[in-house]
């Protein structure tokens, strides 16, 4: 293939995406907008949640349970005396849960009662109640050990389990979304941006000047593929340099195994931007398909706001075409673990095959005439 | 000298999926080196299917096509190193530079090193572009970013030129230029396709080949259609303000297939072997002139596609205007600055109910800037300028209810149909229930009934001229604004829009009009030229033609008139 020409697509992509504010409206300020709204604002952790321990009446151990309550992190607590008034404030909304501590409860202690505390949730958000029923009865049961330590009650008969979180033992989630992050950015540029660009050069007729030339489809498609390519890997070091400085994120795999794994995703994401600019030779279609195609897949269907196994078996099924589904996993690994091969090579064989045959399609449909 | 035809084409056919009639149908025809090939027809004629088949950018259906012995389609990539095509929007880049595009094709079509450096000068001073190397290619006039397309095209000496509508919305000087380049082209051996709706184009052509509906109407020499129509186009003057009146009573008689208006005479051309009608039977005053004069190719044209039954125009049928002959479009001073630029100056005129005011200029002059400050689109910076005798800045929308406006570019509702684009401008002119009754006289007089259901972003384009009118006037305004409203528009649509134009002006309605096409110009009964943010003139058409005539040229056409005028400002200029 003559390289001139090739480079001289190059230059001229290169010089729009420069000039066009559009361009940089995709590729810079909504993936920062995203990066800081993920990094500070979204969090799926617990933290300061407001909740009301309601102390019937006070007693040495009611005082404590209630103090490890309002001692803890994840928890604002406030006391009450009665549940009159906080049953009033989980149904407005101000509270998430409360923890009631009966009249008796010392009593019912003494006697052998195993934790005669009432916990309420507020059901109407499941995850929130799934998590606030956790942490709740979680604060319960640490602070019995803690007592039946104290009081020398031998812990014998009784099963001592100490769990330890692995790769982000704070369980903050800033530090998985952050890397799954990298792949909602990659696609808006991959997809997004680059069925954009080749929709607005059919608007304007400057595809059809191009293809009255001597360029030959590969130059053409390489011509676009290119440039995009290097924004991308441009992107994502940008973004992990972000994530990594300001987020306190972790790379704790190589820079050289996280260059050659959002390569192979970037193929995919160019290859499907490549195929709607193909089918949809107008700018709004085109923005719309990527939208519905790529971006809302790569957010919701990849893993890295909603759990996949969780999900119905039939979008479970769906999610394997979906090629951000192996990057966000792939991802999360490099950042928070290692090079681990057995979870990056099967993941990276499947977006090369997606790659593939995107590629093969866009080869095919690529027209080399108007009326193709 | 005969000439090997450098382009055969041979029983060509193109037929799109879901189209009826085929686009091009069992064409057979050639084209030679050296010469400039005029491709003129209809809107929808198949013009510009023929030049992307000739590009090797569509394939045909059947038939073959050879340029210089290869096959467009199995050759394309040899053919694309000696084919140029300009397409209708010049194929530029609007983010690169006029000097960034240009090297951007010469990479594209490898012409390196010293090769490159003596072709970009050749083109620059060619085109004259080189003071403008630096600015990007969306800040140039309409007539630069076809120079520069021209240029691109050109940056390795092709065998053949392929030019799709090059002139259309570029101002008539700008459209010399680029009709002495392409005269410079072919002195170089180059075969230069040039497909135009401007006729007078066609007519300097060497050759012409008229389509119709994807059939040659005519292939040959221009003159040979033109000596058809020997001694059938007659000139009538001395008409004065009675000359659209006159036309109306010409055009219902049967020996007179088309008639315009030219200054303040009447063009008219006679059916085969009529006799001259006299100045009584066009109910013409006694003292008028019907001379025989030298037909034209547009003549011809017209009387060979055959122009279309005569409708009575519906805004004939409409109340006469109780205020004509008051001043019912009034510029005083008007000024628009864009940062330190002044894109008007100082602009006055008045204008009479009944009368159509033609604003002419070459592309960036202001006349747009002018236009849009007269129908209250754009804020001047000092003067005023009132409409019906509200002032548009403080009573705009008392002013706005008595203006119909056109706008240049398309802009009705693409995606919503004919009927619903009626009924919504019926709606927001406050028409309540007499819409229907309203839009179906327009349906009627414009025959859009085949297209009612249609998307109006999918009609032909003659047709979308005619609903945007139909829509701009269906409020029956005492002003209109037209903005190029026959922009790419061929000739038989340009004269029934006319006819439609002369008719609500003959009931006291004003006009005003912005238009590069000279012939248009002709109808106006005043122009105001405006050059370099001024109005350097303002005068009747035959007024304007007289000041530009000289021993020379004793009777100069209005494009003639129009470039003298502005090259003798820019030499007033240069002496002060």
Redesign the interface.
Known sequence: MRLRPLFALIRKESLQILRDPSSLLIAVVLPLILLFLFGYGVSFDLRDSPVCVVVEQSSQPAESLAASFQASPFFKAHREATTAHCKDQLVSGSINGMVVIPADFAARLNGGDPAPVQILVDGSDPNTAGLMQNYLSGTVLVWQTIIADMQGLSSQGRIAVTSRVWYNPAKQSRLFLLPGLVAVIMTLIGTMLTSLVVSREWERGTMEAMMATPLSVPQLLLGKLIPYYLLGMAAMAATTVIAIWLFGVPLRGSIWALAVVTSIFLLTTLGQGLLISTLAKNQFVATQAALFSAFLPAFLLSGLVYEIASMPPPIQWFTRIVSARYYVPSLQTLFLADDEPGVLIPHCLSMLAIAAVMFAIVIRKTPRRLDD | MIMEPLIRIDGVSKR?DGQPIPAIDGLSTCFSAGRINGLVGPDGAGKTTLI?LM?????PSSGSIRIAGLDP?TQ??EL??I?A????????????TVL?NL???A????V?GIERKRRFEQLLSFTDLARFTDR?AGKLSGGMKQKLGLA?ALVSVPKLLLLDEPSVGVDPISRRELWRMASELVDDGIAVVWSTAYLDEAERCETVLLLNEGKSLHDGPPQELTAELAGRSLLVGGLGHQRRAVLDHALAQPSIIDGIVQGDSLRLVLAPNCKAPTASELQAPPHATIIATEPRFEDAFVARLGSRHHLTSPYASRPQLASSDDVTVRAEGLTKRFGSFTAAKDISFAIKGGEIFGLLGPNGAGKSTSFKMLCGLLKPSAGKASVGGFDLGRAASQARAHIGYMAQKFSLYADLSVRQNLDFFGGIYGLGKRTKDVSERMIEAFALAPYLDHNAGALPLGFKQRLALACATLHDPAVLFLDEPTSGVDPLTRREFWGHINAMVGRGVTVVVTTHFMDEAEYCDRIGLIYRGRMITEGSPDALKAGAANPEHPSPTLEDAFIALVEREDQREAAS
């Open positions: 799109f992307r590009a090797g950018l569509l394939a389609v394309a990539g694309r190193r084919v095509y300009m397409p209708q929007r010049f194929g530029l880049y609007e983010d690169l960034e090297t951007l094709y990479d594209i079509r490898e390196v990007l691109c």
